[in-house]
Nanobody, 123 residues
């Protein structure tokens, strides 16, 4: 059993920054890929960013590339999402996800999910 807990969401004005954290527990995760997804009301859950367990390979959705940075600290079983230059359209519940050997843009590939943290960007 794997548990993921996100934190760091909140209210921010357009152009501001937030840093999300996701802490994993239940076992070691150095061989697990980790990813961030987001879901706004009435919209499908969409891919945001992913990082391989080595931390040396990352990928981003086109909508956030250049603004968001994903990283991980395997010693802390934690993945981060640094979000800069936030826009109102970034408003959503952000979820972290993981799975054994998974490094994908497809939400269906991930088997473990956090509870989500709300990010609201005002204009």
């Amino acid at each position: 059993q794997v548990q993921l807990v996100e934190s760091g969401g909140g209210l921010v004005q357009a152009g501001g920054s937030l840093r999300l954290s996701c802490v994993a527990s239940g076992r070691t995760f150095s061989d697990y890929g980790m990813a961030w997804f987001r879901q706004a009301p009435g919209k499908e859950r969409e891919f945001v960013a992913a990082v391989l367990w080595t931390g040396r390979s990352t990928m981003y959705a086109d909508s956030v590339k250049g603004r968001f940075t994903i990283s991980r600290d395997n010693a802390k079983n934690t993945v981060y999402l640094q979000m800069n230059s936030l826009k109102p359209e970034d408003t959503a519940v952000y979820y972290c996800a993981t799975g054994p050997g998974i490094y994908s843009r497809n939400a269906d590939r991930y088997t473990y999910w956090g509870q989500g943290t709300q990010v609201t960007v005002s204009s």
